[in-house]
Nanobody
Framework: QVQLVESGGGWVQAGGSLRLSCTAS????????MGWYRRAPGKQRELVAS???????NYADSVKGRFTISIDNAKNTMYLQMNSLKPEDTAVYYC??????????????WGQGTQVTVSS
């Protein structure tokens, strides 16, 4: 099992910026991909952005051009730079990791979530 620790959420006014971080830890695992998801009140969880260990990225249309996802493989840490934030970006943001364990079994774990609130 991989443990994920998220940080960087908070409150910001519309147009502002926040940077989320997610660090993965555990015993001998190999990250395949990481991603950020979010769940707004009354809505289903949705993919915000994802990145593979080789750096291939994918973004939801709603955040393209405003959010940038990156990964530091040496630190097992993923970042989400969020610029030009809008009130509709308000949600709990969750970190996700897909990995191979030391016994070559596929795994998938979630962080506890971090609240992002954007005021108008």
């Amino acid at each position: 099992q991989v443990q994920l620790v998220e940080s960087g959420g908070g409150w910001v006014q519309a147009g502002g910026s926040l940077r989320l971080s997610c660090t993965a830890s555990g015993t001998k695992f190999y990250i395949d991909a990481m991603g950020w998801y979010r769940r707004a009140p009354g809505k289903q969880r949705e993919l915000v952005a994802s990145i593979t260990s080789s750096g291939t990225t994918n973004y939801a249309d709603s955040v393209k051009g405003r959010f940038t996802i990156s990964i530091d493989n040496a630190k097992n840490t993923m970042y989400l730079q969020m610029n030009s934030l809008k009130p509709e970006d308000t949600a709990v943001y969750y970190c996700n990791v897909a990995y191979l364990s030391s016994s070559m079994l596929l795994g998938n774990d979630w962080g506890q979530g971090t609240q992002v609130t954007v005021s108008s």
